[in-house]
């Protein structure tokens, strides 16, 4: 192993890990607009009922 090795390990690792994140970050926001949406949706509907 040299440093140069180590270093190019290094920076896939960050690489790699920036666009798992970036991919599951998008995933989490989506899903919290659908669940937003479905929150909303529950509200009205039972805000309806109500009246």
Do not use: E, P, W
């Not at 290094?10 to 790699?16: E, Q």
């Not at 998008?26 to 805000?47: E, K, P, Q, S, W």
């Amino acid at each position: 192993m040299q440093k140069k090795d180590i270093y190019l390990i290094c920076m896939t690792m960050i690489i790699c890990s920036f666009i798992i994140g970036l991919l599951v970050g998008n995933f989490i926001l989506r899903g919290l607009d659908d669940i937003a949406v479905i929150i909303n949706h529950g509200l009205m509907t039972i805000n309806q009922s109500i009246h």
